[in-house]
């Protein structure tokens, strides 16, 4: 079965960068993409960018751009979400989710377990 | 904000249909994906492609997409059927998008 590990929870202060990891298992990471999405408490989902386990790819959501950096390790079945100048509305639980294609973000069938990342001062 | 609507609530009674609809622009050159969340849960595919459920989904769940309007009908809701339901836009560029959610209330 498919499986998504996510590290644990983080507090950042606002201005400070979080790196959150998402262990894939049972699957090819080089045969299809890795995305993020961010659910604010409360709110809905926000897709953040896509990131292919292919050729290492990107597309970030125009909001996240200059401020996110995804990255994937085939050597150890990890990608890694980079968010920077963290704001206190970047409070929030992410997910990594697999894409079931290499080349686009199409949807998502399996999803990581989520990492809340609390920012405060 | 979001580039796809959804009703914030929808509310149906036990063994009733339930319609959940999320409306975007040329929203039928797009594939739609739709997701069930549970409080304190990560979400779970409910259909994709506009109308495909994945293995374990019960056919009550089925979608459709026309026009600028993707619908999500659970026909004989149940109880279990309780929750956040968002829809995801998609196409062949690599971007996507998400509706705001809809919380389903079975009553």
Known sequence: ?????????????????????CKASNYTLTMYGITWVRQAPGQGLEWMGWISGYNGKTDYAQKF???VTMTTDTSTRTASMELRSLRS????????AKSDYYDTSGYYAYWGQGTLVSVSS | SSDLT???????????????????????NK?????????????VLVMFHDT?????????????????????TISGTQAMDE??????????STASMFGGGTKLTVL
């Open chain 1, 1 to 21: 079965q498919v499986q998504l590990v996510q590290s644990g929870a983080e507090l950042k202060k606002p201005g400070a960068s979080v790196k959150i990891s």
């Open chain 1, 65 to 67: 751009e200059g401020r």
């Open chain 1, 89 to 96: 509305d970047d409070t929030a639980v992410y997910y990594c």
């Open chain 2, 6 to 28: 959804q009703p914030p609530s929808v509310s149906v009674s036990p063994g009733q249909t339930a319609t959940i609809t999320c409306s975007g622009d040329k929203l039928r």
């Open chain 2, 31 to 43: 594939y739609v994906s739709w997701y069930q969340q549970k409080p304190g849960q990560s979400p």
């Open chain 2, 52 to 72: 495909k459920r994945p293995s374990g989904i019960p056919a009550r769940f089925s979608g459709s997409n026309s026009g600028n309007t993707a619908t999500l």
């Open chain 2, 83 to 92: 929750a956040d339901y968002h829809c995801q836009a998609w196409d062949s």
